[in-house]
């Protein structure tokens, strides 16, 4: 059997040291992959879409926008047409009412990925996705008042 020399030893040696470094760093990226990845929207809990809606704005920032008052008051902009109604949680669902248009409740599962939701119906479709803003970034809702 040949004898390697020392110079061809350091070198396997680093090699090695390198590729364990580079499946540490894999390993660590994996595990972290499918919630860090842009555009990957996660089911929200009750407190979770608690936390991203009370006292703020869904909108596309163009047609429609819906405001979500901390006492459970809902006003929906659409197309310039102010609706009030009123939401709730329900099983970790956003549900809401809105007597203009029916006296049934609408619930979703609410997706996030940053901050861009999605209310999907009981099917799994995508019915609403808009973006949470504060007031001053909410344009749909210039001029609008809430009482």
């Known amino acids: ?32 992959g499918v919630s860090a990845q842009p555009g990957t929207f996660v089911e929200q809990n009750a407190a979770q879409i608690r936390a991203a809606l009370s006292g703020k704005y869904l909108t596309d920032e163009h047609h429609w926008g819906h405001h979500y008052l901390p006492d459970g008051r809902l006003f929906r902009v659409e197309k310039g047409r102010t609706r009030k109604g009123h939401w709730a949680l329900q099983e970790n669902q956003l549900c809401w009412t809105v007597p203009e248009l029916s006296t049934q409740s609408e619930c979703f599962h609410v997706y996030r990925s940053a901050d861009e939701l999605q209310y999907r119906d009981q099917r799994g479709y995508v019915v609403w996705r808009g973006f949470i803003r504060s007031r001053t970034g909410a344009h749909v809702f210039d001029g609008v008042m809430e009482r």
């Open 1 to 32: 059997m040949r004898q390697r020399s020392v110079r061809t030893e350091r070198f396997l040696a680093r090699m090695v040291r390198e590729l364990r470094r580079l499946g540490c760093g894999l390993a660590v990226a994996a595990s972290v």
